[in-house]
């Protein structure tokens, strides 16, 4: 069974500093997908960015992009110019090819300080 | 813009009520999901419905039950509330695979249960 692993359960950064948030996950297959999902307080999940495997390009959306590392099985978030509505939970999530369902992470709790 | 929409942010019940917690979506998904989500466990998957009348058990389904009669319309059963039922419940839907590869799941924004 495939498992996700979110070592941080509180990271914080800085306003317009960048922060790094690490997702690994462990899988025998090999085509699947990658997701991080953010959920702000009391505000509903969001998809962030999302990443197929079989890309080896890392997937970019404005101030946020992954370091996908296929043979480490890592899939890390780095939020560059963090700004404060980017504090919220963020869940890494892993979906295989063939299913429709999502196997989440514990998550990340990201502070943003002025 | 995918709406998911879940009938009651907070809902307090006692031990042993029947609890119906209710999503609707309105984007013609046809697949839909109830998730728990509590701290430090993340999201955990009771049970999905992948069309009319057709469900399958996630990792968690254990006190718990669907129905979904409508496509738009999926409820979530808990037969007899119990305490470690508390928790926050998530509802989800996407697409049928095919249309969007990625096959975004789209959330409502959650139903707190507590119950006494």
């Known amino acids: 069974a495939q498992t996700v692993t979110q070592s941080q359960p509180e990271m914080s950064v800085q306003e317009a500093e960048t922060v790094t948030l690490s997702c690994t996950y462990d899988t025998s297959e090999s085509d699947y997908y990658l997701f991080w999902y953010k959920q702000p307080p009391s505000r509903q999940m969001i998809l962030v960015i999302r990443q197929e495997a079989y890309k080896q390009q890392n997937a970019t959306e404005n101030r946020f992009s992954v370091n996908f590392q296929k043979a480490a099985k890592s899939f890390s978030l780095k939020i560059s110019d963090s700004q404060l509505g980017d504090a919220a939970m963020y869940f890494c999530a892993y979906r295989s090819y063939n299913t429709d369902k999502l196997i989440f992470g514990t998550g990340t709790r990201l502070q943003v300080f002025p | 813009d995918v709406k998911v929409t879940q009938s009651s942010r907070y809902l307090v019940k006692r031990t042993g009520e029947k609890v119906f917690l209710e999503c609707v979506q309105d984007?013609?998904?046809?697949?839909m999901f109830w998730y728990r989500q509590d701290p430090g466990l993340g999201l955990r998957l009771i049970y999905f419905s992948y069309d009319v009348k057709m469900k399958e058990k996630g990792d968690i389904p254990e006190g718990y039950s669907v129905s979904r009669e409508k496509k738009e319309r999926f409820s979530l059963i808990l037969e007899s509330a119990s305490t470690n039922q508390t928790s926050m419940y998530l509802c989800?839907?996407?697409?049928?695979?095919?249309?969007?590869?990625?096959?975004?799941?789209?959330f409502g924004p959650g139903t707190r249960l507590t119950v006494l």
């Open positions: 984007m013609d998904h046809e697949n």
């Open positions: 989800a839907s996407s697409l049928f695979p095919g249309v969007d590869s990625y096959n975004e799941q789209f």
